[in-house]
């Protein structure tokens, strides 16, 4: 071959190099532009139990979080100049932490982006664990246990206030406007229950509130009758109940059948819902029910009522308890990603640590230990309603009428 004949192959190499060298950079450049066209799938889990004797709790807490998933999506968001598609990984939990436990590791597996949940206490805490484990930021919209945010998971939140303000304002209630001054404690042996009974106690004490005497159930148990003619043969003013409305309507049932009816019947927030009357067959002792919730009633959330005529449309019938702070919880997790500008737990997990969220259910926002800055402190406010108010927790009597 002549040494033209080489120089003029050289050249058809090199240009055949170029041209497949263009062809390969027009090729990436194409796949970066439909890459950036793709939606980013941004996946939020909420774990919590729809079925089992708490279903309609567990479905309620999964409506505000799937109300909430539907808004994001309405609004077209970016994360790094791709569009959004957020997307609920729902998961039952059945109220059981073995079950709570499993789901957690589901959801690690599949490597959400961050976990609403869970509903109690005793499915939170081995949940947190988990997750903190795996790397997963968590909020619980309604588990209330002082140790799921003292645990030093620097990735674990909540939304609520925990069950040491909300005894104290229930206590300050009963103490001062019901004259209460004996007291009979049934503990469901849960994690929440033996968590706020525990606080109870104490609060009690610093009160000079006599505990007459304290019987255990379950948070399975149906027949209580035993247990409250022991109590009713100390003759108490009131009944502290750790545990779930799930038992709570019951209990109530049966308090009637016992001619219990002028005993006053305090629990924490677990039992603040809206079945709790048709639970308990409406029975008489339905009169003399104070339950405790954090934050304010539904009416006095900065944007409670209209969100609740939004939930109502989209769920009729459905309403609890714990939605609204389910669906601010979303809400929170989305913000703090679109403030990253990312779903990368390391970009946005600092971004979380600092909320300031003005919510349906108010401001969100978190101290050190991943819980609401409130101080809780007696209010003057809503007497007429003769509810106790503090700056974190609202009370509510006479439940089977109307709430304060």
């Not at 007291?183 to 469901?188: L, M």
């Not at 929440?192 to 379950?218: C, H, N, P, W």
């Not at 007696?378 to 503090?390: G, L």
Request: hydrophobic residues 40%; glycine residues 8%.
């Amino acid at each position: 071959m002549s040494m033209t004949d080489r120089s003029a192959q050289s050249r058809r190499v090199r240009t055949s190099s170029a041209l497949s060298l263009a062809l390969v950079a027009v090729s990436l450049t194409s796949a970066h532009a439909a890459d950036a066209e793709k939606p980013l799938v941004v996946r939020i889990a909420h774990g919590g139990p729809v079925s089992g004797p708490i279903a309609a709790l567990g479905k309620d807490e999964e409506n505000g979080v799937r109300m909430a998933i539907d808004e994001l999506n309405a609004r077209k968001l970016q994360l790094g100049g791709r569009p959004v598609h957020w997307q609920l990984e729902a998961g039952d939990d059945v109220g059981d932490p073995g079950q709570a436990t499993a789901l957690a590791r589901r959801f690690c597996d599949k490597k959400v982006a961050a976990v609403v949940g869970h509903l109690q206490s005793g499915t939170t805490l081995p949940a947190a664990k988990i997750y903190n484990d795996c790397g997963i930021p968590n909020i619980t919209p309604a588990a209330t246990n002082p140790a799921i945010t003292e645990a030093g998971y620097d990735d674990t939140f909540r939304v609520i206030a925990n069950d040491r303000a909300m005894v104290n304002a229930l206590l300050d209630y009963a103490v001062k406007h019901q004259g209460v001054k004996r007291i009979a404690i049934v503990d469901d042996r849960t994690a929440y229950g033996q968590g706020i009974v525990k606080l109870f106690e104490a609060a009690a004490a610093e009160r000079d509130v006599q505990i007459v005497d304290k019987q255990y159930t379950s948070d399975k148990a149906t027949q209580f009758a035993p247990i409250l003619t022991a109590i009713k043969g100390h003759k108490p003013d009131a009944i502290f109940f750790g545990g779930m409305d799930a038992q709570a309507g019951p209990i109530l049932r049966q308090m009637s059948q016992l001619a219990m009816n002028q005993t006053q019947f305090l629990g924490g927030d677990a039992q603040c819902s809206e079945r709790l009357p048709v639970m308990a067959d409406k029975a008489p002792a339905l009169k003399n029910v104070v339950c405790v919730m954090s934050g304010s009633s539904l009416a006095k959330m900065p944007g409670g009522t209209a969100w609740k005529q939004k939930y109502d449309q989209r769920f009729p019938g459905q309403y609890q308890v714990y939605s609204p702070y389910a669906y601010d919880a979303t809400m929170v997790l989305a913000q703090a990603m679109l403030r990253a500008d990312s779903a990368q737990v390391e970009a946005y997990l600092p971004r979380l640590r600092q909320s300031h969220y003005e919510g349906v259910t108010g401001t969100i926002e978190f101290d050190s230990q991943g819980a609401p800055p409130w101080r809780c402190s007696p209010s003057r406010a809503a007497r007429s309603c003769r509810s106790a108010v503090s700056d974190c927790c609202w009370v509510w009597s006479e439940i089977a009428l109307k709430p304060c």
